[in-house]
């Protein structure tokens, strides 16, 4: 009985995943789309992983910086159809961006290291890293739609 709960809920946790990302690429470019209403916080993510699922909760994480990726990869598009004053911000923001998601890669390889005693703070440090990565794309996003 408790190997098939183990396996519902790992299931489950695949399937929300699943759905999650579904919801953020579905919403249209990563460029296009509102981060603060197509993708639930890092922290609401991450959060849910006990450590016996740190298997699950790193490939969570795995997910989230490939999505992170392709929004990079997108503002650097971005930045060969911009004039010389925009192409500056956007240079800036992605180097910004690059810095943090760097941290963010070292906070998920702890995490994917992290033991029974120290997951809970791990699993924190990570999702913290992510939420600040993704609030600077945020405003790195609402810059350039000013510009």
Known sequence: MMRRNSFTRHALTAGAIAMTLAVT????P???????????SAWDQVKTFAHTE???AVK???HLL???????ASMKKAVKTSNAETKAAYEANIADLQAKKKATKAELARLSKASAKTWDATKEGFGK???????????AKAAA???
């Open 54 to 56: 740190k298997k699950a």
């Open 25 to 28: 690429l579905a919403a249209g």
């Open 66 to 72: 490939a999505a992170t990726d392709r929004q990079i």
């Open 60 to 62: 969570s994480g795995q």
């Open 145 to 147: 739609t000013k510009g």
């Open 30 to 40: 990563a460029w296009a789309a509102d981060a603060k209403t197509t993708e639930p």
């Open 129 to 139: 890293a992510y939420q600040d990565l993704h609030d600077s794309y945020g405003k």
